[in-house]
């Protein structure tokens, strides 16, 4: 575990994640988030500041509360149904992206491309892998249907020029090449690492930054990136996450199953 | 396999389902009478998703019957795939995911047998699986949908996904064809003796693969009367029509989680994948000692051990009930 400290609290890469994430919902949104930091970042918008706004799970739960220590080990298991508003079939809660009612979609990322299309099937060639991954999931739906927000260790290794496989999209080859390749709804909105906050350019779609968390450098960012960033010309410094937020999410995550 | 055709013509779906005896009859058999039921080469569909309301028992009992060929398709796939794989019943899994679960790291056996191209992970979106099935199930050739275009995922399946201008607006629109598995195994809270089936909780794509299989094997926790489920229809899921056999199979998802009754028996998965580190003897290993040794499903859960499934139960039915 590394610790990255300041005067007021000490905060795992993962709780900065999370933090930072949450500060990005709005209350009285429909989030689609996936396991782990998501949905960590979702409680804790929740929480703070946004009561009403309403979690979805991939495996069919609209609503749902979770309890604190029992976080579940993906979104298909009964914990992720806790004080839910229904369960839905599978297929049915995925159709809600198609139909148009949630606002954003919100995942973790294996590996990010310049566009912000995201890979979780293969490393390498897909005809000769050097890993398989383990692939989509709902990931290619919820990224083709609506917004999304994807959170991620800011690593080079993991922020390439492109993705060997896209296996959720972005906004492909920038430009409008999403909407020519047959997806005219939703795109990627923002990426959140323990590093920055990045969003795309309105025209090229390229990847920009937007906000540099406390202590770190453009340079910095740059530095741990595959490819060459935007920089917005007004770059902002975010607010160290706070106290509360962080025994918050330590409560959730007594045992550090996701914020190691 | 490869000579069926990728959508079973209409005829065929229609005289298959006419054949089959769909009267209000008792059909209860044992596990490997069930297993009798699926023949090497089937396209076996299985219920639940990761870790929930997996029908284990029955993977089980497939397993140890020694099936080949199998085509296996699922939501999303965890430790039961790792398995077909290493036990030869099958090389060809169709899923959206397909790794123990996020929480033990990819797995180590399907790395091994994909990337060796011992076997093959097809790969479908998630709600492309589902639509998949629901369009076997609804009698239909394929269902429009507007996710995997403009993807790899899209791209490596090829031929068999298509696209078309809408006749109606003139956007383009994504065809997935429609899912129709020779059998599907699905484990519920309770059915009776005909196959009328309770399930509580999130019913995953269960509904869509009962409808849309051409034989369906049902486990369950409990085998209850007909009395009993007329007493409450609203909450019957699947027709008996649908079943061919009813297994009566306590605890029939563990080590997976059965909605309700227990929760995953998460000490036995810390084990599993840190036995699947070495992914040709830790399943060899794990598969001679909890599948191939017991002599049914009852020694299968001693091996498990007591205080894990009282560990699991205790957990299981506090989810709405604390």
């Not at chain 2, 099936?67 to 019943?89: C, H, M, P, V, Y």
């Not at chain 2, 031929?159 to 003139?170: H, I």
């Not at chain 2, 009993?228 to 989680?257: K, L, M, S, W, Y």
Request: aromatic letters at 8%; hydrophobic letters at 40%.
């Amino acid at each position: 575990m590394t610790e990255q400290g300041s005067a007021k609290a000490t905060y795992t890469a993962s709780e900065l994640l999370a933090v930072m994430a949450s500060r990005l919902m709005k209350d009285g949104q429909i989030v689609f988030a996936g396991i782990g930091v998501p949905l960590l970042a979702a409680t804790l918008a929740q929480r703070f500041f946004a009561p009403h706004l309403t979690i979805l799970f991939e495996g069919g739960t609209i609503g749902p509360f979770i309890v604190p220590g029992e976080l579940p080990p993906s979104t298909n298991e009964q914990r992720c149904t806790r004080r839910s508003n229904m369960v839905l079939p599978i297929t049915d809660v995925l159709l809600l992206l198609q139909r148009g009612y949630v606002d954003v979609g919100f995942m973790g990322g294996a590996q990010i491309d310049r566009f912000g299309n995201l890979n979780s099937s293969f490393i390498g060639d897909s005809a000769n892998p050097k890993i398989r991954l383990p692939g989509t999931g709902g990931g290619n739906d919820i990224s083709s249907l609506t917004n999304m927000i994807v959170a991620m260790k800011h690593e080079k290794r993991r922020f390439v020029a492109d993705v060997d496989f896209i296996t959720s999209p972005g906004w492909i080859k920038g430009g409008r090449s999403r909407e020519e390749r047959g997806l005219p709804q939703g795109g990627l909105w923002r990426v959140v690492t323990d590093l920055a906050i990045m969003g795309f350019d309105d025209d090229t779609h390229e990847m920009k930054v937007l906000a540099l968390h406390p202590g770190v450098t453009p340079e910095m960012v740059q530095e741990n990136t595959g490819f060459k960033l935007l920089f917005d010309r007004k770059i902002e410094t975010t607010e160290p996450p706070r106290l509360e937020e962080l025994e918050a999410l330590r409560n959730l995550d007594p045992e550090r199953v996701y914020t190691a | 396999m490869s000579t069926k055709p990728l959508v079973k013509p209409y005829e065929a779906l229609r005289r298959e389902t006419l054949a089959r005896d769909r009267g209000l009859r008792e059909k209860v058999v044992s596990l490997d009478e069930a297993a009798r039921l699926v023949k090497d080469g089937d396209h076996v569909a299985i219920g639940g998703c990761t870790v929930s309301r997996t029908p284990m028992a029955m993977v089980w009992s497939l397993i140890r019957a020694r099936k080949k060929s199998l085509t296996i398709s699922r939501s999303i796939t965890s430790t039961e795939g790792d398995l077909f794989f290493a036990s030869g019943a099958s090389q060809h899994v169709i899923t959206s995911w397909f790794t123990q679960g996020i929480v033990w790291g990819v797995s180590k056996v399907m790395r091994h047998y994909t990337e060796n191209k011992l076997a093959r992970f097809e790969e479908w979106s998630h709600m492309s699986i589902g639509l998949r099935y629901r369009a076997g199930a609804m009698g239909i050739p394929f269902m429009p949908s507007r996710s995997m275009i403009g993807s790899g995922v899209g791209q490596l399946v090829g031929s068999d996904l298509k696209t078309m201008t809408c006749p109606f607006t003139g956007e383009q629109i994504v065809l997935l064809p429609a899912l129709n598995p020779d059998v599907a195994l699905i484990h519920v809270q309770r059915c009776d003796a005909y196959g009328n089936a309770q399930l509580d909780g999130l019913q995953f794509m269960d509904i869509d693969i009962a409808m849309a299989a051409n034989r369906v094997i049902l486990t369950t926790e409990r085998i209850v009367s007909n009395d009993q489920i007329r007493r409450t229809p609203d909450q019957t899921r699947i027709p008996f029509f649908t079943v061919d056999a009813v297994v009566e199979a306590p605890f029939g998802c563990a080590p997976h989680e059965c909605y309700g009754v227990y929760e995953p028996f998460f000490e036995h998965l810390d084990h599993y994948a840190e036995v699947s580190k070495d992914p040709v003897k830790g399943p060899q290993k794990y598969l001679e000692e909890y599948y191939y040794e017991p002599r049914g499903w009852p020694q299968y859960l001693e091996k498990l051990g007591m205080e894990a499934v009282l560990d699991a139960s205790r957990r299981g039915r506090s989810v709405h009930n604390d």
